[in-house]
Each structure stands twice: as structure tokens, then as C-alpha cells.
């Protein structure tokens, strides 16, 4: 059968409703039809190029297990590269804990320690337990910061010991830095300054324990060493205050035992000391008392030997000669201005006599007087000169009866005048460089002598030794109006040597006076103490009896 209606049937078929047949055998092929036709083996058609459907099947189940691989592949690759974010998503209670205490340690201030409570080891604990925590090496770092700080506070305060400890714990944390080099050599520094205190003090000790009180190398001074390097040295500070009250002792024995010139050195060696020794206004007291008591007796003394000059008595026997007078008023006071004078006037007065006698050739007189104007006056320029003619002349002996012959000039040879002239060239140029008396052999005073050695009677050198006061003279003026007052002072001294007996030092040495008590009354306006102390020192002994030395004493002394 076709199958299909014939339109003259006149008994169609029931209509048949169409259906879809059984779904899951689509892929099966037909069920043979019952039509009593032939069957026809009929092979099913394959399109070209396409796979069977179970072949299909396959594929795509291939296909979706390697794309889970790939997937799952990505995601721990992910994981692996986000790990720390990932763990910071995660609860850590016991990192957040200890964290929270290392920071809180920190702002106590606890900043190292054995006790594992200290900001340092808390740190170390939560980087330890995430190496890689940016919190806890930031934590560490800042511990380290701290460190450094309380190591520079503890240099400061002398904790030597603590610094470099906390210094090393700083370079650890922070692992070293120009910061840390630097505290570094400090503490190094102020080890060696500790040390070398340690030894000035031992030597101040040894040096009170000998009696060795003044001086530079004297307790008192090696004590002030001390405590311009540590103020707040307690050994120094008691050691200073057993030096004064060893001063202070010592002054009042030389007052009860009438050595004025003791018990001033003593005061002022106190004084410089310590300003504000409570033993001080009693014996400047004392000392004024004592000092007026003697000044009529030294007043006396220079009287009498002013007027044994001018009588000639100038040195022999007896105690009305003006050597004795003038000797009597130094013991009252050494340092006596117008005292040391009357002793150069005595000198000058036996150098005078001594030429006098060379010029009669009576060479022994002559040597004997030079001897002793050289007691009182070794670096006289006129004595030098007197010396000279002396030893280049000879006493011609007088027959019994006769009075002596004058002394004839030695001849000088060629040579010996060349050496003079340059001896007398150099003396020239040390006299300009105001080297004076210093360095011995190069000095103008020693060219000058060396040169009237080889010829006694040289105008040149006679003439240059001789004006060696008046250049001295013109130096002083320059150095003080240059305020150079060291200098000043050394040219009065050359000129103490050179010319004992010009009255004209005593005015001199007053200009350097009030210069000097300019300088000190700045230096007290200033605070420097010590240093007006000082300056005042150097005034007293050129003036004593100066008006503004006393007040300014008293203004040190009271604290004004």
C-alpha cells in the first residue's frame, strides 16, 4: 500500500492523529512496515565530513574536563600570587594581638628589655610570625628611631655606658646610618675627654697631698681643668674647696707672722681661685690692716735711702746707706715699685763710680764696683757697656808712689771690626723685631755685649746697647696703644733689666695699670670672673696703692 486516501472510496478510513513516536529512539533507524512489498535494505546517509553522534559525545565531554583543568589551574595561580592579601582577609588574632601590645609598649616608652613585655622584642615576635608584615618591620624601625634618641639624651647627661649600649641596639634595628656613625664618635669622643678627666684628677690629688697648691701644674689649677670639662664633677669640686682652705690657712699664718709678701700671694692665689671663698673678706681685711701698718715704715724706708743718695751714701757699712734703706723697704713689700727703682739708682750710682775709675785705670776699683752694681742690676745696659771697656783694657802697673795710668785702647784688627759691624747689624734688626732680651745669643741685648767683646771701645755697639731703654720705651708705647698688653708688659719688664734706676717706669707701669683694669672691669661686665680676676692680679702688682684696684677687689670679692 501507498499509503495514500483513493477519492473514490466510499468508506474512508477514522482519521488518524498524527504523533511524534517514541523521542529517545530517534536515532534507531525505522521499523520495517507490514505492506507485503519487497524489503529494500536501505543504509543510512552520512554527510561528509561529520561525526557519528556518540563520537560527538565524546568530544564534548573532552573538551570540558580540560577546560576545568585550565580553570582550576588559574585559580591556584591566583591564590598563590595574592596570598598575603588574601591571609590579611583571613582572622589573626594572635598577630593583631601582639602587634597592638608592641605598639603600646612603644608609646609607654618601653623600649627594650629580657622580659618579652619590652616594644623591641614584641615587634620581633609579630615579624616572626609574618616575616613579611609591613606593620611590624615599620614598628621595628621606629623602635630603633627611639633608641637612637635616648642614646643621644644619655650622652648628653655623661651615661656614656648606656649610650653606646642603646647605640648598638639603634644600629641593629636600624642597620646602621650616618645617625648612628655619628653618636658613634661622640661616644668615643667623651670616653677619651673621661679618661684624660680621670687623670687630671688623680694628678690634682697627688698634687694637694705634696702641698703643690698654685702653679700650673698646682692643685687649684689642675682642679679648674677638671671642672671646665664636667661643671658637675663632684671629686674636683670638693678637691677645689680643700686647695682653698689650704690657701686660706697658709695666708693667715704669713699675716700673724708679719710676711706681708706671703700672705698677699696667698689671698690672691685664693681669690683667682674661688671668688667666693667665705675665708676672704676676713683676710683682706686683715691684710689692709697689716698693709697699713707697714706703710709707714715703708714710706720711711724709701725716704732714707732718697736722701742717702743724694749724700752719697750709696753702699758700705751700716744700716743708713741707701742700699740698706731701699733693701729694708722691698721686706716690707717686694714688689714696691719705687723700692726696685732706688735699687737701680744705687747700680746706676757704682756704674757711674766704676767708668770713673776705668778712666783713672784703676781697673780693680773699677771691677769691684762693677760687682756689685751687677747684685742689683745684672742686665744693665750701662753696666754692660762698663763691663765691656773693663775687659778689653789692661792697667798699665804704677811704680811705688805714682797714681795710676790711663787705660790705653786695644788695637782691633781688620777682621775683628768686620765681625763687629755685623754683630751690631743683627742687634739692630732683633731690636726692631723686639726681640730685646730673648732668645738668649740672638737677642739685641746679648749681639750687642758679643760685639763690645771683641772691641770695648766700639761706638756703634756702646752707642746701640745704650739706647736699647729708649727703644724699649717707644715699643711699650705702641703695644698698649694697640691694646696688646702682654707685649706691653714684657717691654716694661726689659726695661726694668735695661735701665733699673728711670723713675720714668713708675708712670709706665701705672698706664699699664689702668690698662689693665679697663680690661678687667670688661671682663666682669662679661661674666669672666676668673678673667677679671686675673687682669685685676696684674694691675695690683704694677700699682697696689691704685684707688680703682681696691673698689674693683671689692666688687669681685662681694659678687658685684
Known sequence: MSGRRDQHDEHPPIRTEPTLGDLDRLDAPPAPVADDLPQVPVEPRRPYGRATAPRRHRQRRGRGALLLLLVALVAVGALWFN???????????????VLTQAQQALQDGRLDGQDGTSARELFQTAAALEPDNDRARDGLRRVGQAMLAQADVALQSGQLAQAAQQATVAREL??????????DRAIAAARAAQVHTVDLVDQAQQALAAGKLDGPEGAGALYQRVLRATPDNAVAAHGLDQVGY??????????????SATADARIEQLAALQPNNGALPALRALQAQTRKQDNGALDAALKAGQEALRAGRIVGSGDDTALAHFQAALKLDPDNAQAHVGLGQVAQALTVQANAALDDGDTTQARKLLDQAAELAPKSADLAAARARL???????????????????????????????????????????????MPPGDSAYDLYRSALAIDGNSEAALHGLQALPGQVEQ????????????????????????????????????????AWLDQ?????????????????????????????????????????
Do not use: C, H, Y
Not at 395 to 424: D, I, N
Not at 476 to 494: R, T, V, W
Not at 545 to 553: E, I, K, S, W, Y
Open 83 to 97: 596570598q598575603n592579601r588574601l591571609r590579611g582577609m583571613l582572622p589573626r588574632t594572635d598577630f593583631n594581638t
Open 475 to 514: 715699643q711699650f708705647n705702641q703695644a698698649l696703644a694697640a691694646g696688646n698688653l702682654g707685649k706691653a708688659g714684657d717691654m716694661l719688664a726689659n726695661l726694668a733689666e735695661l735701665a733699673p734706676g728711670d723713675a720714668a717706669q713708675g708712670a709706665l707701669g701705672n698706664r699699664l695699670a689702668g
Open 174 to 183: 636600624l642597620g646602621g646610618g650616618s645617625d648612628i656613625d655619628r653618636l
Open 520 to 560: 678687667a672691669e670688661q671682663q666682669l661686665g662679661r661674666g669672666d670672673r676668673i678673667g677679671a680676676s686675673q687682669s685685676l692680679e696684674r694691675a695690683r702688682k704694677l700699682a697696689p696703692a691704685n684707688p680703682r684696684v681696691l673698689d674693683l677687689g671689692a666688687r669681685l670679692q662681694g659678687g658685684g
Open 246 to 259: 689650704a690657701l686660706a690657712v697658709q695666708a693667715r699664718a704669713a699675716l700673724d707672722a708679719k710676711d
Open 391 to 437: 775687659d778689653k783694657v789692661s792697667a798699665t802697673p804704677a811704680a811705688a808712689g805714682e797714681a795710676p795710668m790711663p787705660v790705653a785702647p786695644t788695637a782691633v784688627s781688620p777682621q775683628q771690626s768686620a765681625a763687629v759691624a755685623r754683630l751690631v747689624q743683627r742687634a739692630q734688626v732683633a731690636t726692631n723685631n723686639g726681640d730685646i732680651m
